[in-house]
């Protein structure tokens, strides 16, 4: 296809990507460096028969008026980067001279809102991704022993977490598991403790936000592996049959390696979309002990009094950051296969 | 693996039979228990005494005199405006479905056909694209949107929902035009076609499957997004996944936990039609970028 053709059938659809991906990955970068105005204060002088008071009040009109004029707030270099919220390079530094033990030190710094949803974040995605690595491939492998007439329903069935959306998905999960729920009274009564809840544990509500994690993303991986499966060629196994290899030596040496470029790729895609975990948090209000990137930067987005914009894209620009080096193996890769291609 | 060759053990079947009974519990029962429970009152579903209530009935039938009740339904629908909710989204994804389609199907077409480096390049940057957590895109919207106005209305959402869906509907197409051969329209384009002539009359009326299985995706993306929505939209303009989160932070009221309930149920019961219908498109879409490629 000759250039000037390619330009036109590729115009609408490459705008689109550049106006509403690329230019807003550009003014994230742009917003990270500004911080809000701080609020203009003034001293009142109130004299009342006993003496006089002064007193400090925020002027509300140079506020509103300074705000109007640099409505992306003050310059603020790299200094959202590294205050408390962000990388706090201070307090770490604090804490390192502080305290005694590394236990305590490291105790101390996961205390720290970014660190702390660094934190669940990847170990969301640690305990998230092999999992429902596993569970798609023994889902599928069971699903492709069953009767073929059988499986439209089967497989029916076995996708829907996946179709519906992440809060819908959550929200169903919480109101079984919630103390009030199906799941979380029955808890109750085989663990004889009437206060159990999802909310009262920290760690319960990791497990059940990991739990919930596998069970909305095993049916992509079952349904990639399943159509892997099909494609296996029959010979090969016939012979392993023959030979007396076993059921498992069987998927380990034949099936396994003949579906690895698909086990990759859905481990990618996974490994991309759990790391941008979000919706389940508000889903399972765990806003309380379960905090992820993606929920920091939505909780300075919706605050109530000011729009943190320059906290909000500090946290995106280091999350663009998390996903580079996530991605990076993989366009090295890609980058070699196309350099010896040539 | 029908041969006769491989016979399976009867325990392995008993096994398998098990597992995946139980795997189907487990994937299907919150929807059914959710459906069911919707039909309740609050204090039936989320009872506080007993969860036998849930099943019994005992306090719907206290309240309204009948052991189902669709009043969270009605109220919802009604006094919860979720009929405003379910229009704009229907206008979302109708919107969404259709620019994302006709952008897709050209750019998609245009990369399949070209022989260049660039075209590699461009889909990598496509997958880089894909790979953005849609709330750091938000995130750069917001004050620029603000600033020029056009925050909160409807045509903003949807030109956005539209460009953050251009680089899977571009890898999924891309992946369907390929396997059209190239003869069919080279040959249209020696008969005197242009390459927009060929793409019209020749490519696509072969391409119906993958522009279904595209525009199935495109329609899950616009109907079931909560970030963009929720942060982009006004109150009144609110799509049907933010306003169920609406109804979650206001619990002043007796009733709205349960419109949460059935605006849930509402929401999801189309959605689940629709791929019991199209199952096939949903899953070769899924498969199409990683088998083939």
Same mark, same amino acid.
């Given at each position: 296809?000759?250039?000037?053709?390619?330009?036109?059938?590729?115009?609408?659809?490459?705008?689109?990507?550049?106006?509403?991906?690329?230019?807003?990955?550009?003014?994230?970068?742009?917003?990270?460096?500004? +911080?809000?105005?701080?609020?203009?204060?003034?001293?009142?002088?109130?004299? &009342?028969?006993?003496?006089?008071?002064?007193?400090?009040?925020?002027?509300?009109?140079?506020?509103?008026?300074?705000?109007?004029?640099?409505?992306?707030?003050?310059?603020?270099?790299? !200094?959202?980067?590294? &205050?408390?919220? %962000?990388?706090?390079?201070?307090?770490?530094?604090?804490?390192?001279?502080?305290?005694?033990?590394?236990?305590?030190?490291?105790?101390?710094? /996961?205390?720290?809102?970014?660190?702390?949803?660094?934190?669940?974040?990847? /170990?969301?995605?640690?305990?998230?991704?092999?999992?429902?690595?596993?569970? !798609?491939?023994?889902?599928?492998?069971?699903?492709?022993?069953? /009767?073929?007439?059988?499986?439209?329903?089967?497989?029916?069935?076995?996708?829907?977490?996946?179709?519906?959306?992440?809060?819908?998905?959550?929200?169903?999960?919480?109101?079984?598991?919630?103390?009030?729920?199906?799941?979380? +009274?029955?808890?109750?009564?085989?663990?004889? &403790?009437?206060?159990?809840?999802?909310?009262?544990?920290?760690?319960?509500?990791?497990?059940?936000?990991?739990?919930?994690?596998?069970?909305?993303?095993?049916?992509?991986?079952?349904?990639?592996?399943?159509? +892997?499966?099909?494609?296996?060629?029959?010979?090969?196994?016939?012979?392993?049959?023959?030979?007396? +290899?076993? @059921?498992?030596?069987?998927?380990? %040496?034949?099936?396994?390696?003949?579906?690895?470029?698909?086990?990759?790729?859905?481990?990618?895609?996974?490994?991309?979309?759990?790391?941008?975990?979000?919706?389940?948090?508000?889903?399972?209000?765990?806003? !309380?002990?379960?905090?992820?990137?993606?929920?920091?930067?939505?909780?300075?987005?919706?605050?109530?009094?000011?729009?943190?914009?320059?906290?909000?894209?500090?946290?995106?620009?280091?999350?663009?950051?998390?996903?580079?080096?996530?991605?990076?193996?993989?366009?090295? @890769?890609?980058?070699?296969?196309?350099?010896?291609?040539? | 693996?029908?041969?006769?060759?491989?016979?399976?053990?009867?325990?392995?079947?008993?096994?398998?039979?098990?597992?995946?009974?139980?795997?189907?519990?487990?994937?299907?029962?919150?929807?059914?228990?959710?459906?069911?429970?919707?039909?309740?009152?609050?204090?039936?579903?989320?009872?506080?005494?007993?969860?036998?209530?849930?099943?019994?009935?005992?306090?719907?039938?206290?309240?309204?005199?009948?052991?189902?009740?669709?009043?969270?339904?009605?109220?919802?629908?009604?006094?919860?405006?979720?009929?405003?909710?379910?229009?704009?989204?229907? $206008?979302?994804?109708?919107?969404?479905?259709?620019?994302?389609?006709?952008?897709? *199907?050209?750019?998609?077409?245009?990369?399949?056909?070209?022989?260049?480096?660039?075209?590699?390049?461009?889909?990598?940057?496509?997958?880089?694209?894909?790979?953005?957590?849609?709330?750091?895109? #938000?995130?750069?919207?917001?004050?620029?949107?603000?600033?020029?106005? =056009?925050?909160? $209305?409807?045509?903003?959402?949807?030109?956005?929902? #539209?460009? $953050?869906?251009?680089?899977?509907?571009?890898?999924?197409?891309?992946?369907?035009?390929?396997?059209?051969?190239?003869?069919?329209?080279?040959?249209?384009? $020696?008969?005197?076609?242009?390459?927009?002539?060929?793409?019209?009359?020749?490519?696509?009326?072969?391409?119906?499957?993958?522009? =279904?299985?595209?525009?199935?995706?495109?329609?899950?993306?616009?109907?079931?997004?909560?970030?963009?929505?929720?942060?982009?939209?006004?109150?009144?303009?609110?799509?049907?996944?933010?306003?169920?989160?609406?109804?979650?932070? *206001?619990?002043?009221?007796?009733?709205?936990?349960?419109?949460? #309930?059935?605006?849930?149920?509402?929401?999801?019961?189309?959605?689940?039609?629709?791929?019991?219908?199209?199952?096939?498109?949903?899953?070769?879409?899924?498969?199409?970028?990683?088998?083939?490629?």
């Amino acid at each position: 296809m000759p250039n000037k053709t390619f330009f036109w059938f590729f115009l609408p659809t490459g705008l689109a990507m550049i106006l509403f991906i690329g230019l807003p990955i550009i003014s994230t970068g742009i917003q990270s460096f500004y +911080a809000q105005h701080d609020q203009v204060v003034k001293e009142v002088k109130k004299c &009342d028969p006993f003496g006089c008071t002064v007193s400090i009040v925020v002027d509300q009109e140079k506020t509103s008026k300074i705000r109007e004029e640099k409505p992306l707030g003050k310059f603020n270099g790299f !200094g959202t980067y590294v &205050d408390r919220n %962000h990388l706090a390079i201070e307090e770490i530094g604090k804490f390192w001279n502080e305290t005694n033990t590394f236990g305590e030190f490291v105790d101390q710094v /996961t205390n720290l809102p970014f660190y702390k949803a660094l934190i669940f974040t990847l /170990t969301y995605c640690l305990f998230v991704t092999p999992n429902v690595l596993l569970l !798609g491939f023994i889902i599928a492998l069971s699903l492709n022993a069953v /009767t073929r007439r059988i499986r439209g329903p089967l497989i029916f069935g076995t996708i829907l977490p996946m179709i519906v959306t992440p809060l819908v998905g959550s929200l169903v999960l919480f109101w079984m598991i919630d103390a009030e729920g199906i799941i979380g +009274a029955n808890l109750q009564m085989l663990m004889d &403790d009437p206060y159990l809840s999802l909310k009262s544990s920290k760690t319960l509500t990791w497990i059940t936000i990991i739990i919930y994690g596998i069970w909305h993303h095993s049916p992509f991986a079952f349904v990639v592996f399943y159509a +892997a499966l099909q494609t296996v060629p029959q010979e090969p196994v016939e012979a392993a049959i023959i030979d007396g +290899a076993s @059921r498992w030596q069987r998927v380990r %040496h034949i099936v396994l390696p003949h579906i690895y470029p698909v086990v990759t790729f859905v481990a990618l895609i996974s490994l991309m979309d759990n790391f941008r975990v979000f919706e389940p948090i508000i889903g399972f209000s765990a806003e !309380g002990s379960a905090q992820s990137l993606s929920w920091l930067i939505y909780d300075n987005l919706v605050n109530e009094e000011v729009i943190l914009f320059g906290s909000a894209a500090a946290t995106s620009m280091m999350t663009i950051v998390g996903i580079a080096i996530l991605l990076a193996p993989v366009l090295i @890769r890609t980058w070699k296969e196309f350099r010896t291609a040539r | 693996m029908e041969y006769g060759l491989d016979k399976r053990s009867n325990a392995l079947k008993i096994f398998n039979t098990t597992f995946i009974i139980v795997w189907l519990l487990v994937a299907c029962f919150p929807f059914i228990w959710t459906f069911w429970g919707s039909f309740k009152v609050r204090a039936d579903f989320f009872s506080r005494a007993d969860w036998w209530y849930a099943i019994t009935a005992f306090n719907t039938l206290l309240e309204t005199g009948g052991k189902f009740t669709t009043d969270a339904y009605s109220q919802a629908w009604t006094e919860g405006e979720f009929w405003k909710a379910s229009r704009n989204t229907v $206008i979302v994804t109708f919107f969404v479905v259709t620019i994302s389609l006709f952008l897709g *199907t050209l750019g998609a077409y245009a990369l399949s056909r070209s022989t260049r480096n660039y075209a590699f390049w461009i889909l990598i940057a496509a997958l880089i694209f894909r790979a953005m957590p849609h709330i750091t895109l #938000v995130s750069g919207y917001l004050f620029p949107f603000f600033q020029l106005q =056009i925050w909160g $209305i409807l045509p903003t959402t949807i030109v956005v929902l #539209v460009a $953050i869906n251009q680089p899977f509907t571009l890898w999924l197409l891309y992946s369907f035009f390929k396997t059209v051969p190239k003869e069919l329209d080279e040959s249209a384009l $020696i008969d005197g076609c242009s390459y927009f002539q060929a793409f019209r009359h020749i490519i696509m009326p072969v391409m119906w499957p993958g522009v =279904i299985t595209a525009g199935l995706f495109s329609l899950m993306l616009a109907y079931n997004d909560f970030t963009v929505t929720a942060l982009l939209l006004n109150q009144e303009n609110h799509t049907m996944v933010p306003k169920i989160q609406s109804y979650l932070g *206001t619990n002043q009221h007796e009733g709205n936990l349960m419109w949460a #309930v059935s605006a849930v149920v509402s929401a999801t019961a189309p959605l689940f039609m629709l791929v019991m219908f199209f199952q096939r498109q949903v899953i070769s879409g899924l498969t199409a970028g990683a088998v083939k490629g």
